[in-house]
């Protein structure tokens, strides 16, 4: 899985980091819904808040269902530790 993050300056001059923004190829059937739901985030942070750094996966954690999650974040498990 390869994450990527983030980094800008809000509305208040702060500079503010998000981390662990999934890389998604453009045919996934998910990419357009994390494209979606980071253009919100961004706005939603954008706005106004305390924090300097922030979790996008604990964001889709919260505002997707289960299913949705694991599979935008599902890595798949090495057989043997090899």
């Given at each position: 899985m390869l994450l990527k993050s983030l980094e800008f300056k809000n509305c208040y001059g702060q500079k503010v980091r998000i981390s662990d923004i999934p890389v998604l190829p453009q045919d996934n059937p998910l990419c357009f819904k994390v494209n979606l739901r980071l253009q919100l985030y961004i706005a939603e942070i954008y706005r106004g808040s305390k924090k300097k750094v922030f979790s996008f996966r604990?964001?889709?954690?919260?505002?997707?269902?289960?299913?949705?999650?694991?599979?935008?974040?599902h890595t798949v498990g090495l057989k043997n530790n090899a």
């Open positions: 604990d964001y889709l954690k919260r505002h997707l269902k289960w299913p949705e999650y694991q599979s935008i974040y």
